[in-house]
């Protein structure tokens, strides 16, 4: 996805000498089920002990969802709030989201779209040319750049919908931050995301904005489903906690030490 460019050869060297780590390691923390696989096959089998730990979300995040109005309700003048958060990278897709949501816009659907994040320049440029092709005025899409992570609130507290379109994540705490605010979730269908949000969103092909344009539509029209989706994702987020992640890690590392000396009393003994 980078081509030929200084980013490809830092990737290529990171995934050598983490796989020669992986192999050499007597434990792996992993974030998902779908990360332990992808190490599996970097190292070319199984690895040794695996503990899956996810992350957890900071409390500041936490809202109940709120009521989810109908879309009629909304105006080109007090739109329907589209928000991502995510760096600007070739995969996290933020171009086809223009594209999608543009497609609703001309399409009738008072919806606009705020994307957040600090970016990879090759792929700033071409999100702005993506911007100024569609909406040269930022009227209704406009990129904010990145936001100190503590001023994020704000943000999620006033979007209505949440889309994340990136594919390939091992976990994506943005994610677990747009379910704790209580936001209907349409998301990627790629990696481990699934797997992190579960029944609570609804997911599209990221590569493909007209994929994107339907999925958005179908949660925008129906305030059932945004509901439904919206307390199903602020449910799945308790199950993300620092406190948790902690504990499972300590434990980990506890079990591994204790591996370690009982390995090295019977080499002592043999």
Not at 25 to 50: E, F, M, S, Y
Request: aromatic letters at 10%; hydrophobic letters at 40%.
């Amino acid at each position: 996805r980078f081509g030929w460019s200084w980013m490809t050869l830092k990737l290529k060297l990171l995934r050598w000498v983490q796989s020669r780590t992986f192999r050499r390691a007597d434990g792996l923390i992993v974030l998902t089920h779908h990360a332990g696989k992808v190490v599996a096959q970097a190292v070319g089998g199984k690895p040794g002990k695996v503990a899956i730990v996810p992350h957890g979300v900071h409390g500041r995040f936490a809202r109940q969802p709120r009521e989810q109005l109908p879309i009629e309700t909304y105006s080109m003048a007090r739109p329907f709030q589209v928000l991502y958060v995510s760096k600007v990278y070739p995969y996290k897709h933020q171009r086809q989201v223009v594209e999608a949501v543009n497609r609703l816009r001309v399409g009738g659907l008072p919806v606009k779209l705020d994307l957040v994040g600090s970016a990879y320049p090759p792929a700033l440029r071409q999100l702005e040319q993506t911007l100024n092709r569609l909406d040269p005025t930022r009227s209704y899409m406009r990129y904010l750049g990145e936001i100190p992570h503590e001023e994020l609130t704000s943000k999620y507290f006033s979007a209505d919908l949440f889309v994340f379109a990136s594919s390939c994540e091992a976990f994506a705490m943005i994610i677990t931050e747009g379910m704790s605010a209580g936001l209907p979730m349409a998301c990627s269908d790629y990696g481990a995301i699934r797997e992190v949000v579960g029944d609570a969103a609804l997911y599209f092909n990221p590569e493909d904005s007209d994929d994107i344009a339907g999925t958005l539509r179908t949660l925008i029209e129906s305030t059932k489903l945004r509901t439904e989706k919206a307390e199903a994702a602020f449910g799945r987020s308790q199950m993300y906690s620092w406190k948790q992640c902690a504990r499972d890690t300590f434990s980990f590392l506890a079990s591994i030490c204790q591996d370690t000396v009982s390995s090295e009393g019977k080499s002592q003994l043999e």
